[in-house]
């Protein structure tokens, strides 16, 4: 099959944005498995080439939109790069919501009676509307349903995604397949959690509202007061950095340090190593970093605003969900890194699942399967 990704940017490995991973990732993988893969996005240049996955690239200038002057039309350059490749394509695949670009590629698409998907990567979750939501209603009913309800199908990455998308009013057929996870050579043992090691570790962008870092800082606090063993390291980057290190020093919180990101083998090295992983957002449509960690064999602890908390620890029994006072969830946190069996049986049992769920091979062939599903459709 001939499939197409549509992005926003060009594609590079180290990067902190999960929809980025996730779609290089599954246009890997599919590759792999022998199918033709084109690739869509933005640059600094016009770039066209293929890849040692043997991925046909081509990027077009970073004008769609821009942010003085807002063109609702496409470009000349770009129109004429996607016509030159329309007839070898099956099926176009989307990725993100609620952006300019894609609606006016989809327009594209659609007076070429091409199919195409459309995977949020969880922008349509009901939390995600909390923010910016005038806007976001009003260029939903502008623009964004004339791309989505057109759509041969829609991928979302949680159950709870799906049940918003039907009520957004889309008819179309919907499957849930969770982002894509690679797997890395050294994990197939189990690491030994060490009963000295107290380091809870978050990794992701500084974003202090959407992450939820206010309230991962809160609750630091209130596991101060409890065990001052324990220590929270914050690894990643992005505009709130200052903001973020203030709030640390102006409430005296001792046991949190931030520090750079990390990648390939350093960054396995690191969620290995922590007793467990911490993830606060007030949203989040899936959370590729808690299904890194689980597929690493370390315990993670969610929050209840990440979907993954009823998606998937609470539908296979897992912990450990927080609540919504910190200090109840700073209490249950010692309780938990301070009883190493249950770290154990969990980190074991996330790991299965994991690997059941989100290991690459697995996400490409149900994707492909959707694919074949929704052009069967069409047909």
């Known amino acids: 099959m001939n499939i197409c990704f549509i992005g926003y940017h060009k594609f590079v490995d180290n990067i902190t944005s999960g929809v980025h991973v996730s779609t290089l990732t599954l246009a890997r993988e599919l590759a792999k498995q022998g199918h033709r893969i084109f690739f869509y996005g933005t640059s600094k240049t016009h770039e066209f080439y293929v890849d040692e996955h043997q991925i046909t690239h081509r990027y077009y200038v970073r004008d769609l939109p821009i942010r003085k002057k807002i063109k609702l039309s496409v470009p000349k350059e770009l129109r004429k790069v996607m016509l030159e490749d329309i007839d070898h394509i099956d099926i176009y695949c989307f990725q993100s919501v609620f952006l300019i670009g894609n609606f006016l590629l989809g327009r594209v698409v659609q007076k070429a009676r091409k199919p195409y998907v459309v995977v949020p990567r969880g922008g349509y ?174 315990p993670c ?6 979907a993954m908390a009823t998606d998937i620890f609470q539908k296979y029994g897992l912990q450990l969900v927080l609540s919504h006072d910190p200090q109840k969830s700073a209490s249950d946190i010692v309780n938990y890194l301070n009883d190493r069996q249950q770290l154990q049986t969990n980190a074991k049992k996330s790991k299965e699942i994991a690997y059941s769920l989100f290991k690459s091979d697995v996400v490409a062939r149900k994707t492909y399967q959707f694919f074949q599903q929704v052009l069967g459709h069409q047909s």
Request: hydrophobic fraction near 35%; charge should be positive; include cysteine.
């Open 301 to 306: 602890i969610v929050s209840p605003g990440c």
């Open 125 to 298: 979750n009901a939390n995600i509307f909390e923010r910016g939501r005038f806007k976001k209603f009003l260029f939903f009913h502008l623009m964004e349903k004339r791309y989505l309800y057109p759509a041969a199908g829609v991928i979302c990455v949680s159950d709870s995604e799906e049940s918003e998308v039907r009520k957004l009013g889309y008819k179309g057929p919907i499957t849930t397949t969770y982002n894509p996870v690679i797997t890395v050579p050294d994990t197939n043992g189990m690491p030994a959690i060490h009963p000295d090691n107290k380091k809870i570790i978050y990794l992701g962008r500084f974003d202090i509202q959407h992450k939820g870092l206010d309230i991962l800082l809160a609750v630091s606090k209130e596991i101060q007061k409890l065990d001052n063993t324990i220590q929270v390291e914050l690894y990643g980057n992005g505009p709130e950095k200052e903001k973020l290190l203030e709030s640390i020093e102006k409430d005296h919180i001792r046991n949190v340090s931030v520090k750079e990101p990390v990648y390939g083998k350093e960054k396995i090295d690191v969620v290995r190593n922590a007793a467990a992983y911490i993830h606060t957002a007030r949203w989040e449509g899936f959370g590729r970093s808690i299904a890194e960690a689980m597929m690493l064999g370390t």
